[in-house]
């Protein structure tokens, strides 16, 4: 970093400083995001009210509608509130905030406040509190928020191992383990490809990145696998070893839907032993009901989310507000990606919902939480006075 705050192109991947000569753009970028997550919004809901129109009776079903749109409401406000604040208006409290996610990461194994769901302990029930919180989902968020407010801090300090790498790696370390001792290999899986993306941009070294990623990858795999009987079990699903009758049915499910699909609320798999159609492989029910037409639709969001998302990062130019805008939004594609997956047999069966489009509480709240940080950072440019993060010089006239 130099004298002026600085950062030298070298160290930062991502270089805004030749891509933002017209600030606007970023406004366009992000209206397009909120555009494209209410789509998905809005799809959602309709998958959804379908599901509940065949699985309920009839008097329950009301109930079950108020509730889809009450916490899709919710969200927005969620989204809503999170793009007012963006990165700068979080930074001043990120300190406690990252220590409230640890306390609740910790809560998951304190009887009393843990909630077991099939054998995990992923969610906790706070005492007066209406629903209950999965903190993994919030750990995503807070990570990437912390990591790249330390990597617009240390500035080119990032590539020193000692006084700037290290010390972020371990902070993944321990967010990571606490999350894979729950046990949830995936949500660590997905915590540390977002947390090391928004480093690797941020400027830290290839070399380090290089074996760091490896080892922490390969480790949770080993040690998930040699602890957890489950985790073995569906590694030998994927490889083809073993059997599963719930990702063979989903992709049955998604087969029998052809081009245009059976028709909304017709699909049948949902009766017929194929569980959590309405979260874990909600895809299968897009696909059966949807058709080839729908899946598009819903991967071609995604796709445009991210597209749209990238713009909106590459014109941000203050380095703390475009590093958490890119790490929140990648938490929200890569996490798409690994269900899409998982529901077509590409990767061993784990639970994880489909952003915007699966039924959940916290993860949804959690979800707008992301996307409202990344469209506050695009909302507001400029770096509050006496801010210690850094900001790249200006773009040159040609």
């Given at each position: ?45 309709l ?7 065949t699985?309920?009776?009839?008097a ?53 406040f ?22 993994s ?104 070893d ?7 049915r ?22 017929q ?69 998982v ?39 400029g ?16």
């Open positions: 970093m130099s004298s002026h705050g600085t950062v030298s192109k070298a160290s930062v991947p991502l270089d805004w400083s030749m891509s933002h000569t017209r600030p606007e753009s970023a406004s366009k970028a992000a209206w397009a995001v909120l555009g494209t997550v209410l789509a998905l919004m809005a799809f959602g809901l998958v959804q009210i379908s599901h509940a129109s699985t309920l009776p009839k329950a079903f009301g109930h079950e509608v108020r509730n889809l749109v009450g916490m899709r409401l919710a969200g927005l406000f969620v989204l809503g509130v999170a793009a007012w604040m963006g990165p700068r208006g979080i930074e001043r409290f990120l300190p406690w905030i990252t220590g409230a996610v640890l306390i609740l990461l910790v809560l998951v194994f304190l009887p009393g843990q909630s077991q769901i099939n054998g995990s302990r992923r969610w906790v029930q706070l005492p007066g509190f209406p629903m209950t919180l999965q903190p989902e919030l750990a995503r968020v807070v990570g990437v928020l912390w990591v790249a407010w330390r990597c617009a801090l240390l500035g080119d300090g990032v590539q020193d191992a000692r006084r700037g790498y290290l010390p972020m790696l371990a902070m993944a370390g321990l967010f990571a383990g606490l999350i894979l001792a729950e046990p949830d290999l995936g949500g660590a899986l997905l915590f540390l490809v977002c947390y090391l993306s928004v480093l690797f941009v941020g400027g830290a070294r290839w070399t380090h990145m290089g074996l760091s990623a490896c080892a922490l990858l390969a480790g949770s795999l080993v040690v998930a696998a040699t602890a957890f009987h489950y985790v073995r079990e569906r590694l030998a699903i994927w490889m083809g073993s059997t599963n009758d719930q990702v063979r989903a992709m049955e499910a998604i087969a029998s839907g052809d081009g245009l699909g059976v028709g909304i609320g017709q699909g049948g798999f949902r009766n032993s194929l569980q959590y159609m309405q979260t874990d492989y909600v895809f299968s029910m897009v696909g059966e009901e949807f058709g080839l037409l729908g899946s598009a639709l819903v991967i071609g969001l995604f796709l445009a989310l991210l597209f749209h998302g990238l713009r909106m990062v590459r014109a941000i130019p203050d380095r703390f507000s475009a590093l958490a805008a890119f790490g929140l939004l990648v938490s929200v594609v890569v996490q798409a990606m690994l269900h899409l997956q529901v077509t047999g590409l990767a061993p069966p784990k639970g994880m919902n489909l952003p915007f489009v699966s039924d959940g509480g916290s993860a949804l709240l959690a979800t707008c939480l992301a996307v409202g940080i990344a469209l506050g950072a695009a909302r507001g440019h770096v509050p006075r006496g801010s210690l993060s850094n900001t790249p010089a200006s773009p040159k006239k040609s």
